[in-house]
């Protein structure tokens, strides 16, 4: 009997299973393989570079701030702290003040130009021989010990050494309100 429904046999390879893939697919496979762990092996590390600054923290540097011989023993002044801030692919050049008091065995102490109240900033009375914040009225001895105010710690002291006779500061900022001091 021969039905109209029935399919049709192929002649040529009798009752042998056909293969699930041809060459041209395999090798399609192969190539998109191979693009693909080629990109990922581009794209990680230009990933790392567009990711890599937002992830650093701002590197501190010593910066030189003046002669300590221009420094009067007993007598604070004020000396500025010029650097360059590099954020990112940003950079800016800070200026800042900070305070050095050269000491009587010629070691120098130096002071963050940050009062430790609130953040304001504060000068020297020269008169009166003390640190006054003109915020909300802490004040200061010559060696950065609370006398009067709000103030909840005294000021706050930054690293700092002699080279050569040149005074170096690597600039740090702490939160101000603690009792403790707080790096930023």
Same mark, same amino acid.
């Given at each position: 009997m021969n039905h109209p429904e029935a399919e049709p046999t192929d002649s040529l390879s009798p009752g042998l299973c056909t293969p699930v893939g041809s060459r041209r697919n395999?090798?399609?496979? &192969? #190539? /998109? #393989? *191979?693009? @693909?762990? #080629? @990109?990922? @092996?581009? *794209? #990680?590390?230009?990933i790392g570079y567009v990711i890599s600054p937002m992830l650093k923290r701002r590197e501190q540097s010593w910066v030189? !701030? /003046?002669? !300590? *011989?221009?420094? *009067? !023993? @007993?007598?604070?002044?004020?000396?500025?702290? !010029?650097?360059?801030?590099?954020? /990112?692919? &940003?950079?800016t050049k800070s200026h800042k003040a900070v305070w050095a008091v050269k000491q009587a065995d010629g070691q120098v102490v130096v002071f963050s130009p940050i009062c430790t109240h609130l953040g304001c900033g504060y000068r020297w009375e020269g008169e009166e021989q003390k640190f006054k914040c003109p915020c909300h009225g802490s004040v200061y001895d010559v060696a950065g010990k609370v006398l009067d105010g709000p103030a909840p710690r005294r000021l706050d002291v930054l690293p700092s050494k002699t080279e050569n006779g040149r005074l170096l500061v690597m600039y740090k900022e702490f939160k101000s309100g603690q009792t403790v001091p707080i790096e930023l």
């Open positions: 395999f090798f399609q496979r &192969m #190539i /998109g #393989i *191979a693009s @693909g762990l #080629i @990109g990922l @092996g581009l *794209a #990680i590390p230009l030189e !701030v /003046g002669s !300590v *011989a221009e420094l *009067a !023993v @007993g007598e604070p002044k004020q000396l500025d702290h !010029v650097t360059i801030i590099r954020d /990112g692919w &940003m950079e």
